[in-house]
């Protein structure tokens, strides 16, 4: 398991007022494309994994992640871990850290130690709670008032922003020749022969959407995939135009250090 040796303190910043100023600074914040998370955990439950899917969440991925025993912690936490890694997530900021029990804090300073991010703990107490600060013990941390860290927010505009073109389910599939390319599979060993709809096969939908972009490719694999090797092997398919049977002759150290360049193998 990758862990940082050497993570940065914690903050505990309390905010004993509860007031909405901070809060909507702390929201604020929130800007995942420039490594900051702020997370305001589901409310009325102190299951582990839930924290994980509000981390998941926050990082613009669906949840709940299928695929995983429904009680099991350990890998929604793993693909927390993974995307904040793989996103350059550099601060995770949590609202109302008063209320997480012990268990849910250390899950949170695991993920800390496995990824190196700036961890702060929001805590609407006069004091450090002592659920906190029992976790807190060993750990660099540091305390800081609301006030300091948290400034006063722009208020929302009074206009509400313009609702998102909503596109038809059709035009979801990302329908390039990457992906429809079927592996030399004997006929009776092939697992699936399916392909995604074309444009003919589909004419009672609305006009097929332009040619997708390197960035609109990016922005569908990121937001519509909660498992990060399943998106790397998608965004390797698509920019590479290499087979499933191609792909699966590649390792880890056939990725150039910049991840410029893929070596695959004959077998």
């Known amino acids: 398991m990758l862990s940082c040796d050497n993570p940065p303190p914690v903050t505990v ?27 305001h955990p589901t409310p009325g439950t102190d299951c582990v994994f839930t924290l994980a899917y509000d981390v998941l969440a926050a990082l613009d991925k669906p949840v709940p992640v299928p695929g995983y025993r429904r009680l099991d912690p350990a890998p929604a936490w793993t693909l927390a871990a993974s995307w904040i890694l793989a996103t350059g997530t550099s601060h995770l900021m949590l609202l109302r850290a008063h209320f997480l029990t012990p268990h849910r804090l250390g899950t949170l300073l695991q993920l ?9 703990l929001v805590c609407h107490t006069r004091h450090v709670p002592a659920p906190v600060g029992r976790a807190l013990a060993g750990v660099d941390h540091h305390v800081a008032e609301a006030a300091a860290l948290l400034p006063a927010a722009q208020p929302p505009t009074a206009t509400p922003p313009e609702p998102a073109t909503r596109r038809p389910l059709a035009n979801r599939w990302l329908n390039l020749p990457a992906l429809t390319t079927l592996s030399a599979f004997d006929a009776a060993t092939r697992p699936c022969q399916c392909t995604a709809p074309m444009a003919e096969d589909r004419d009672f939908f609305a006009p097929v959407v332009p040619a997708l972009t390197e960035a609109e490719v990016a922005l569908r ?15 390797t398919a698509v920019f590479t135009a290499a087979s499933v049977t191609q792909l699966a002759t590649a390792h880890v150290r056939d990725l ?3 991840a410029s360049t893929l070596t695959l193998h004959d077998d």
Do not use: K, S
């Open 256 to 258: 150039a250090p910049d």
């Open 13 to 39: 910043v309390l905010d004993p007022g509860d007031d909405l100023v901070h809060t909507r600074a702390a929201l604020a914040g929130h800007v995942p494309e420039a490594g900051r998370l702020t997370v």
């Open 112 to 120: 800390r130690h496995r990824t190196g991010c700036r961890l702060a």
């Open 221 to 235: 694999l990121h937001r519509a995939i909660a498992h990060p090797n399943l998106a790397a092997q998608l965004a």
